[in-house]
């Protein structure tokens, strides 16, 4: 899909905000339509079908939770991603597990943004078909074979490891929720703090410098993100 072929609907009540992400944008060639409220861009969805949507959650008619479960109701499967304040963590993770696919916080970088959407767009398209061996740098992981390798070793892991690593890659380059993993690899039942502590002993056994991990970051309040495939 080439970029002047992909439109992208701004739904943001700040006409600076508009602007800045219509000229952003524009420079790649993206197609870009405004909305400034949430009523609004509830037609203009329905009428113009865009590739990728960005969220302000702090619309004036209507909040931006609603609108995106409305989206999400009517089976508006595009990719969203949300634009928020740093400090609104709950509002991200609300967001998240209504069916956004990523955030970017409030000022932004243009060149984080245009990766954050490219990410989405890919994403959307792979969830079509999983290729059963996935790379990014020395880290593979053989889907099919539940065969884990850094630098061509293998590397073993535990049940719950493994089945946190394999949420990880099916959707790489996206955030995922404390939520979304728990429920995920114990149906729901544990504690975030068990959570923390298998990524704690997973990094040990995947990253050069567990401390300053290159394949899985924490996304501070929200969750864990997996590098994208190579």
Do not use: C
């Amino acid at each position: 899909m080439s970029t002047s072929s992909v439109k992208i609907l701004v739904v943001d009540d700040e006409p600076p905000i508009r602007k800045l992400l219509r000229v952003g944008l524009g420079t790649q060639d993206y197609t870009v339509i405004e909305a400034p409220a949430a009523k609004p861009a509830l037609v203009i969805a329905r009428a113009e079908k865009p590739d990728l949507i960005l969220l302000d959650l702090g619309l004036p008619d209507m909040g931006g939770h609603d609108l995106l479960a409305a989206w999400r109701e009517e089976g508006l499967a595009v990719p969203v991603i949300i634009l928020s304040s740093r400090t609104d963590e709950a509002g991200i993770v609300k967001a998240l597990e209504l069916g956004a696919d990523d955030y970017v916080t409030k000022p932004f970088g243009m060149n984080e943004l245009i990766a954050r959407i490219r990410t989405a767009l890919r994403h959307r398209l792979q969830q079509q078909g999983e290729k059963p061996v996935f790379q990014t740098g020395e880290l593979s992981v053989d889907l099919v074979k539940r065969i884990v390798r850094v630098a061509g070793q293998e590397v073993k892991l535990s049940p719950k490891e493994y089945d946190i690593l394999r949420a990880l890659v099916q959707h790489a380059g996206k955030v995922l929720t404390h939520r979304f993993l728990l429920e995920h690899v114990w149906g729901g039942s544990a504690d975030v703090q068990y959570l923390r502590v298998y990524v704690r002993q997973l990094r040990q056994k995947i990253e050069k410098t567990p401390d300053e991990p290159q394949y899985i970051t924490t996304e501070t309040g929200v969750g864990y993100r997996l590098r994208e495939a190579d």
